[in-house]
């Protein structure tokens, strides 16, 4: 990434801080940046710090901090570096609910003692030479290193779940891992989005992407020589249509906008299995049905420092099915979300 003047210039001599805040969910955002008088020197810095107790009490805990700078060197060239640091400890798992407690409305924490860990350290340097009016020569030298520690118990060998005041959940015991690969897939559609101003506050934004191709290429066997994955079977969680439709109306300094938003169905395994099955030694398989959610946002500016949003997610607080892996995902419920922004 060449860093340069213009695009920088929404950081330049401004700090500004974020935040939201909900009963299970809070993140601050700090951006800060300037300039030198003569413009030939930039930097800047954005940190984003979040912690949830989470759906499902699928809690996390996250740090994102990007520091970058650049300057002029003559008039012709651009030096610029980067530095990113994030971390992540989430309690999450491959582990969902099973079909009677999906269709009860559970909301309880599948995996409770599982942990994904991730840390990511990144450095990288760039310039820019304007060689002529007709050629730009950009270099890039870059650094990245992550580490990924993921912390998941297996199920007790012969007796893999159990029943808790008549729900069916998981027995844990040890620890579990596995591993795979897809190998080769085709993948072709089209995307289309448009968007139109009435010049009255209103307007209307839509797109969608349309994915009729999606599908494995070649057989794959088994390791005793049996058929695994014919040839053209639909890849897994890649739904033919996704659609979103934005409306927005802007009166003077509060802006609303409702979204409605689309996901086709899905093959959660390479079998393309329909029927949802539920299995205690392996992945759930099935058909995940398509969903719509809506989503309603406002924002008002108090003044040019302040701010203030909120939204509401899954305003019909639709009860769907996200994924299957070892148990049901169930789709985020319904949120409500506020938060201010200042700029200093």
Same mark, same amino acid.
């Not at 398509?290 to 309603?296: E, F, G, R």
């Given at each position: ?11 330049? +001599? ?5 935040? #939201?805040?909900?009963?299970?969910? %809070?993140? $601050?955002?700090?951006?800060? @940046? @300037? ?22 009490? %699928?809690?996390?805990?996250? =740090?994102?901090?990007? #520091? ?8 012709? =060239?651009?030096?610029? &570096? ?51 009016? *007709?050629?730009? $020569? ?6 990245? +290193? ?7 118990? @297996?199920?007790?060998?012969?007796a893999p779940t159990r029943l808790v005041n008549g729900l069916t959940q998981w027995n844990y015991g ?11 897939? #085709?993948?072709?559609?089209? +995307? ?13 934004d839509a797109n969608a992407t349309w994915i009729p191709d999606a599908e494995f290429v070649g057989n ?12 053209? !079977? ?12 934005? $409306?927005? *109306? ?10 409605? !938003?689309?996901?086709?169905? =899905?093959? /959660? ?7 949802? %099955? ?10 995940? *049905?398509?969903? /719509? ?11 040019? =420092? #302040?701010?203030?949003?909120? &939204?509401? %997610?899954?305003?019909? *607080? ?8 070892? @148990?049901?995902?169930?789709?985020? +419920? ?11």
């Amino acid at each position: 990434m060449v860093i340069k003047p213009e695009e920088e210039s929404a950081v330049v +001599e401004n700090v500004g801080m974020r935040g #939201l805040s909900a009963a299970d969910y %809070k993140t $601050l955002i700090l951006e800060a @940046g @300037g300039q030198s008088p003569s413009g030939d020197a930039i930097g800047g810095l954005v940190f984003t710090a979040a912690r949830s107790d989470g759906f499902q009490d %699928k809690g996390f805990e996250m =740090q994102d901090l990007m #520091l970058k700078g650049g300057m002029a060197i003559g008039d012709k =060239q651009w030096i610029g &570096a980067k530095f990113t640091h994030y971390e992540s400890d989430a309690n999450i798992s491959y582990r969902g609910v099973f079909l009677d407690a999906y269709k009860a409305g559970a909301s309880f924490n599948p995996a409770p003692d599982d942990w994904f860990l991730t840390e990511r350290n990144s450095f990288d340097i760039n310039h820019e030479w304007a060689i002529n009016a *007709d050629t730009t $020569l950009n270099t890039l030298l870059y650094w990245s +290193e992550m580490n990924r520690d993921y912390w998941r118990f @297996g199920t007790v060998s012969g007796a893999p779940t159990r029943l808790v005041n008549g729900l069916t959940q998981w027995n844990y015991g040890n620890s579990d891992f596995q591993r795979t690969n897809g190998g080769k897939t #085709l993948h072709q559609g089209l +995307e289309a989005a448009i968007g139109y101003d009435f010049g009255n506050g209103f307007s209307v934004d839509a797109n969608a992407t349309w994915i009729p191709d999606a599908e494995f290429v070649g057989n794959r066997y088994k390791a005793d020589g049996s058929l695994d994955i014919p040839d053209g !079977n639909r890849v897994t969680y890649a739904p033919e249509w996704v659609a979103n439709l934005i $409306l927005a *109306d802007r009166s003077g300094p509060l802006t609303t906008a409702l979204s409605v !938003n689309h996901v086709d169905e =899905q093959f /959660t395994d390479p079998a393309n299995t329909v029927a949802i %099955k539920e299995n205690t030694s392996g992945f759930f398989t099935g058909q995940v *049905d398509a969903y /719509t959610t809506v989503d309603l946002t406002a924002r008002y500016a108090i003044n040019k =420092q #302040l701010g203030v949003f909120g &939204a509401v %997610k899954n305003l019909t *607080d639709e009860h769907y099915i996200a994924s299957l892996r070892q @148990g049901i995902y169930v789709g985020p +419920e319904r949120s409500v979300e506020v938060g201010a922004r200042y700029s200093f």
